[in-house]
């Protein structure tokens, strides 16, 4: 097993009709676990699964029935991915099934000789499931689309090479050509395989900033290094043209001959003689900046929409919520529950400005918050005044208790700068209990997520009673921390509720580091 981390370019767009969901994959990888990963990120989506772990294995099950597309790793004791793919591609039931390469082996000379071997395309490790699923959704439209048009295809290669039978009529051909070509309001183009513009139209001189056709012939001298962003961006693009003979809708960042940068999307296709031998590209542009610039747009307002749903709730539960947006309550066995409350803050609201409340309010909570991050736990609400947190609810936690005794005290010691405008400190009066919660997500427009049960209510009763600056808890909580903690007895207290129950202050930590 290999694994790395892919550097980001820009990926190469095919445009077809939607692929259909029970498309049969075979993944070939010696790790069971890179296996279940791909398994998990594909079956979801209909996909049939074969699963082999070897290239020996892959070639019997492949020859017994053939799959739509295989995950090929390259990096397998028996006979790498590169061996696979040559047997099948020797084998004539084998040839046309496209391989996708798996590695992470993510250097352009990887690439180049994956796709020469005849692989479509390359996923690095470690996976990311929006790209599997794409490049798999991908070249499985082009395998499906490739067989249903076969014939069209044919008809096609027939009515290409008829075109090229009449081009040897070179001025009626010309003649027809430089209409189309310079009244085309597309970029219209035949470049070397070296890397130079034969011709140009009008309209492709126009998107690159030129004044003339000639003028971009001229001074582009090697489109990989002048044109394209990524210099090896034309290498990429050149790779797929020798396995497909053309591509569709290759969207690029290029420059413009002022350097400032735009997005086309390119249409290619190689140009052969009768014999088949190359002889040029050619192909069409489009300025697709306007579309890509949309797109991002779209992109960062659903992430900023993610991270408003994260901001609200817990992440696990948010995850939860977008796969599957129905009810969701989760009965815990043990988390901890912390309330807190500024003491004496609604008078203080009555006798001052709004903006000067709220501004206050927020520094407060916002050092709680910080706190909360630091040491992992979850800010469940705030009311009021109120603010409250809970251990232990988005995934079961050891030390839950220890965490919230250690946050409550860290949020009496943050509360220290905080003075009143007649120079007297706030005090926070804190209380919290552990034990069994309900907990789940209420709401269908404003989602909120919740506590409920008697460790809640218990919670709750601590910070009521409790005393301006103090934490209190039940001997209960004070019979699990006292090896880690000081406390101080408070004695027996009424509690709403529950009836008369032992309490203690929470001093401090035992040992403390100064």
């Known amino acids: 097993m290999d694994s790395a981390v892919a550097p980001m370019t820009t990926p190469l767009m095919l445009t077809a009709n939607n692929v259909t969901a029970s498309a049969t994959i075979l993944i070939v990888d010696d790790v069971v676990d890179n296996i279940q ?6 079956r979801p989506e209909g996909y049939q699964i074969r699963k082999a772990l070897s290239g020996l294995a892959a070639l019997r099950s492949a020859s017994q029935s053939p799959p739509e597309l295989l995950l090929l790793d390259v990096n397998m004791p028996d006979m790498n991915g590169y061996e696979v793919c040559e047997q099948f591609k020797q084998d004539p039931n084998l040839k046309s099934i496209p391989i996708i390469f798996v590695s992470a082996l993510n250097e352009t000379e990887n690439k180049v000789r994956g796709f020469e071997l005849g692989g479509v395309d390359y996923i690095s490790k470690p996976f990311q499931a929006a ?17 249903q048009t076969e014939q069209q295809t044919r008809l096609l290669l027939d009515k290409n090479n008829q075109l090229n039978q009449e081009i040897s009529d070179r001025i009626r051909a010309e003649e027809k050509y430089r209409i189309i070509f310079e009244s085309a309001s597309e970029g219209i183009f035949q470049s070397t395989a070296a890397g130079q513009f034969i011709t140009a139209n009008p309209a492709l001189a126009d998107i690159y900033g030129y004044d003339s056709p000639d003028e971009l012939i001229r001074m582009t001298t090697d489109i990989a290094k002048q044109i394209y962003v990524q210099p090896k961006r034309r290498l990429e693009l050149i790779a797929y043209l ?4 053309k591509i569709l809708d290759a969207v690029s960042e290029v420059y413009c001959k002022d350097k400032t940068r735009i997005w086309i999307s390119e ?37 900023r929409s993610e991270q408003l749903l ?19 309550a989760d009965s815990l066995d043990s988390a901890s529950v912390l309330f807190a409350d500024i003491v004496n803050f609604t008078p ?26 630091r040491y992992g736990l ?31 005290l860290a949020m009496q010691e943050v509360m220290v700068p905080f003075l009143r405008p007649d120079g007297q400190p706030f005090k926070l009066r804190i209380g919290f209990h552990s034990g069994p919660v309900i907990a789940g997500v209420i ?40 090896k880690k903690f000081r406390f101080e007895r408070r004695g027996k207290l009424p509690i709403q509720g529950i009836g008369s129950l032992e309490t203690y202050f929470l001093e401090g930590q035992i040992d403390e580091p100064t």
């Open 348 to 373: 203080f609201a009555a006798k001052t400005d709004p903006k000067a409340v709220v501004t206050v309010l927020n520094d407060i909570f916002s050092a709680f918050d910080a706190l909360v991050e």
């Open 267 to 303: 249409n290619i296709r190689e140009v052969k003689d009768s014999a088949g031998n190359f002889q040029y590209y050619e192909g069409t542009i489009q300025d697709v900046t306007e579309r890509i610039q949309f797109e991002n747009i779209l992109k960062q307002e659903r992430q």
């Open 310 to 328: 994260l901001n609200v709730l817990p992440s696990s539960v948010a995850q939860r919520l977008k796969r599957k947006p129905d009810a969701i």
């Open 37 to 42: 990963v791909l398994t998990k990120f594909l």
């Open 443 to 482: 709401g269908k427009k404003t989602f909120a997520f919740d506590l409920w049960g008697h460790t809640v209510n218990l919670a709750s009763r601590m910070e009521e009673t409790s005393l301006p600056g103090r934490i209190q808890v039940s001997a209960d909580i004070h019979d699990q921390l006292h």
């Open 378 to 408: 979850e800010k469940i609400k705030t009311v009021g005044d109120a603010y409250m947190v809970a251990s232990g609810v988005s995934a079961p936690t050891e030390n839950h208790l220890e965490a919230i005794a250690i946050l409550a």
């Open 131 to 147: 790209e599997v699923l794409a490049r798999v959704h991908t070249h499985l439209q082009l395998y499906r689309l490739q067989q």
């Open 242 to 245: 020798n396995q497909y003979g």
